[in-house]
């Protein structure tokens, strides 16, 4: 099933039962980073990619209303429209520059000698090295370092001539995609992900100070899309595999 590769293209989820269905049939692939393609179509995949397990996830969750209509758009990236309200989706990816130049290279090794070569070994053992657990305070002051910088620039979109403006919404979200080497599934404790929420609740506030419109919610999915940390300013749950509130 081809959803949302398109402005304006819409799916409707009557209930959970039809959401979980719908969202199994849709294409949710993202292009190597070797293939050719339109930048605009590699983002509009990137973000189905992204979309499908927060709807999925806020659905087991009891944090979506049905019927809920979702809508593909450019900025924001979705909207969400139910019971008479609308929610505006921006979402965005959390990475380093050098990190994505390595994993093309891996790829590109990938396609031209094959996974068992030599060298792809090697580069594999590089890449892996530049991550690890968020653990200690440099790691989560570096991860959030990394968030913020996506915090401020999709803050400014909000509030600058690029977003719609015929696009009005109740509320207005923001969902960040990890894609760090520092990952942010290996800090699988409970603590360590309390932790990672305490200090993005100190450190957001002083980025988005002085704008006009804020992201009322900022989630954060994790690279191999098992939880979500869900509203990291307010109620701070983690949705996933392991539910319990990393609330501080």
């Not at 979309?51 to 944090?63: E, G």
């Not at 792809?120 to 890449?127: A, F, G, H, W």
């Amino acid at each position: 099933m081809v959803a949302w590769k398109q402005k304006e293209a819409e799916v409707i989820f009557k209930d959970t039962s039809d959401l979980a269905n719908k969202l199994k049939q849709i294409d949710g692939s993202v292009p190597r980073r070797t293939e050719k393609c339109d930048n605009t179509y590699r983002k509009t995949c990137e973000e189905t990619y992204c979309i499908k397990p927060y709807l999925d996830l806020l659905s087991q969750n009891n944090r979506l209303i049905f019927p809920l209509r979702v809508v593909k758009g450019e900025a924001p990236d979705f909207l969400l429209y139910y019971g008479g309200k609308s929610v505006a989706l921006e979402i965005t990816r959390a990475t380093e520059g050098k990190y994505q130049k390595q994993m093309k290279e891996l790829e590109e090794l990938e396609d031209e000698q094959g996974i068992l070569s030599k060298e792809y070994r090697q580069k594999l053992m590089e890449i892996s090295g530049l991550g690890g657990r968020i653990g200690t305070e440099g790691d989560i002051s570096k991860w959030c370092n990394s968030a913020l910088l996506m915090i401020e620039k999709k803050t400014k979109i909000l509030n600058g001539d690029h977003f719609d403006k015929t696009r009005t919404a109740n509320r207005y979200e923001l969902l960040i995609y990890d894609n760090n080497p520092e990952r942010l599934e290996n800090s699988v404790s409970y603590v360590e992900r309390a932790k990672l929420v305490g200090k993005l609740r100190k450190v957001i506030p002083n980025t988005i100070k002085g704008y006009e419109k804020n992201f009322h919610i900022i989630s954060v999915l994790s690279a191999n899309i098992r939880f979500l940390l869900y509203d990291v300013l307010g109620v701070g749950i983690c949705f996933g595999r392991d539910s319990r509130n990393t609330k501080k």
